[in-house]
Nanobody, 112 residues
């Protein structure tokens, strides 16, 4: 049974950085496309980016393009979301997703 576990969230000031991790057990993430989503209070869950299965091509939502970067560490069976130049509007619970499976989410709060 696949399990995804996000970590790395926290409180950060505007302009700061965080790196989120999505660690997997029960499957090899290298074999799958992995997406990152977020859900802010009172808003619908939105996709912010994904990394492809074949060649690690990444795609990002306009709201995070140029600030966020998705990468893999196959040896660690982990996918990362590097978030730079954080803004208060980035505050949300962040989730990783592999078709049919969600992690439990990690809270990111951007505030001074």
């Amino acid at each position: 049974q696949l399990q995804l576990v996000e970590s790395g969230g926290g409180l950060v000031q505007p302009g700061g950085s965080l790196r989120l991790s999505c660690a997997a057990s029960g499957a090899t993430l290298q074999n799958y496309a992995i997406g990152w989503f977020r859900q802010a209070p009172g808003k619908e869950r939105e996709g912010i980016g994904c990394i492809s299965r074949r060649d690690d091509t990444t795609v990002y939502a306009d709201s995070v393009k140029g600030r966020f970067t998705i990468s893999r560490d196959n040896a660690m069976n982990t996918v990362y979301l590097q978030m730079n130049s954080l803004k208060p509007e980035d505050t949300a619970v962040y989730y990783c997703y592999k078709s049919g499976y969600w992690g439990q989410g990690t809270q990111v709060t951007v505030s001074s």
